[in-house]
Structure formats: structure tokens, C-alpha cells
């Protein structure tokens, strides 16, 4: 899952921070349809490829290593609130269609699913950008179905494809009240690397970040020295 999105429907976020944007779709029937899928028999596997990696913020009894086929993990969602702002939008992770992608499983106990399903709301789907699906994971334990939450290229928030230029200016500059999108994908790529998941597409934005400092730049420092120094944000701590 992408795992940064823009969080909570309704609410204007905490007291001194930005006003969050306003729901693409009620994400609430999505709820109710995967609620309705699951069927509230058995317990239920969350698939994650981004922030739910190394910040999952929901108890699991397993977690297994796992492989879906027909989509990619992609840096090209744009974020307005918690990696960047309305006017210098920031990235994370969505699971697009195409190719396969190697991320993390994580079994819910059957008895924890619906609270655990209210807090993914709560974090990944209350603007309604994702399209929540049952995909088959591949596991060293067997294929599981779980639910991932992928990103539709027609979505408004989907970036289309980006120059290499265009992610160094946005890792230069980009950040939200959670820090830099850079911060943000290096989180991802080391825990995909301690758990012994290569992602050549990751490691090269990475490497062009390195690059925008090696050339006289600090990679996104001094955008997050100017979001700490804002009144509205300077006691906001990094989820």
C-alpha cells in the first residue's frame, strides 16, 4: 500500500496544520464492499508495498515476504498534504497495473479485522484515491488473497511519467507535515533491502537524489528546514 496517502475525511486534521483536501469519492461504500468480500469468516492478509512495509500501525499474528503479478509498485502518486502541498506537491507509492512486485503480507486475525480495517480507512483511503482489490500473493507459506489498494492511471492524483529532472526538483523541494518525499523513499528502499527485496526503479531515483547533492544541493534539507520554521508546523512530529 501505498502508504502515505492524504489522511482523514471530514475533519480539517489537527488543530495548526493545513486544511486537508476534499474526498475524490465517499471512500465509505468501498468499506462496505471489501467488508461484504471478506466475509467476516476467516481471518484476512493485507498486501503492502510502500510505507505499510516499515510503519504497517496495525497488529498482525504473520507476516510473510510475497510476490502479485499484473502490477508494479510506482513513485508517481502525488502527494498534496503529507510529503508535499497544494502548490509544490510531493510523491508516494501507488501499486499500478503491469509487471509484478515483490512487497509484504501481513495476516489479521479474523477478530481484529474490522478495527484493523477502520484504521487502514483512516490512513490510506479517506480521500477515496485508491482502488482497494483481493489480489493473489505468492508466499514462501502458499498464495494468500489480499487486499492491496491500487492507484488507476486515470486517477486525478496519478503523476503519468516524470523526467529524471522532475524528481530531483521534487526530492529538492517537495515537503509535507510528514517530511520529504526523499525521506519517504529511502524508508521504503532500505526496509525492501533488509528484507532482501531488490527494486531496480527505486534504487535509481535514489541514486539521482544522491547525485542533486553531490552537485552542490542538499536533497530536500533545506524545504524541510522552511516547513519546520512555519508557524502552523513547527511542532508537527513525523508520523
Known amino acids: 500500500m ?16 493545513d486544511p486537508l483536501p476534499r474526498p475524490l469519492r465517499d471512500p465509505k461504500p468501498m468499506l462496505d464492499r471489501v467488508i461484504h ?16 512495509i516499515w510503519r504497517p500501525d496495525f497488529d498482525f499474528a504473520e507476516r510473510r515476504p510475497a510476490r502479485v503479478h499484473g502490477w508494479h509498485r510506482a513513485l508517481k502518486m502525488w502527494s498534496r ?35 484493523t480495517l477502520g484504521r487502514l480507512w483512516l490512513r490510506e483511503m479517506p480521500t477515496g484515491v485508491y482502488d482497494p482489490r483481493w489480489l493473489d ?17 486515470r486517477s486525478p492524483n496519478f503523476t503519468g511519467e516524470l523526467s529524471d529532472a522532475r524528481y530531483r526538483e ?11 518525499s526523499l525521506d519517504y523513499a529511502q524508508q521504503t528502499l532500505q526496509e525492501l533491502q533488509r528484507h532482501a527485496i531488490h527494486d531496480a526503479a527505486l534504487a535509481r531515483l535514489i541514486k539521482l537524489a544522491a547525485e542533486e547533492v553531490a552537485a552542490g544541493t542538499d536533497g530536500g534539507g533545506a524545504a524541510m528546514r522552511l516547513y519546520n520554521e512555519s508557524p502552523s508546523n513547527s511542532d508537527q512530529e513525523p508520523s
Do not use: K
Request: proline share 8%.
Open 2 to 17: 501505498n502508504h502515505d496517502p492524504e489522511i482523514v475525511v471530514g475533519n480539517p486534521g489537527p488543530p495548526g496544520l
Open 37 to 52: 468480500e471478506w466475509g467476516g469468516h476467516q481471518d484476512f492478509w493485507v498486501y503492502g508495498y510502500g510505507s505499510l
Open 81 to 115: 498534504v503529507n510529503r508535499g502541498t497544494p502548490e509544490n506537491p510531493g510523491l508516494v507509492f501507488g501499486l499500478l497495473s503491469g509487471g509484478s512486485c515483490r512487497g509484504m503480507a501481513f495476516r489479521i486475525p479474523q477478530s481484529d479485522a474490522l478495527e
Open 137 to 153: 500473493c505468492v508466499t514462501p507459506g502458499g498464495t494468500v488473497r489480499a487486499l492491496a489498494f491500487t492507484l488507476s492511471r
Open 170 to 180: 521534487i526530492f529538492s523541494s517537495a515537503v509535507g507535515r510528514y517530511g520529504t
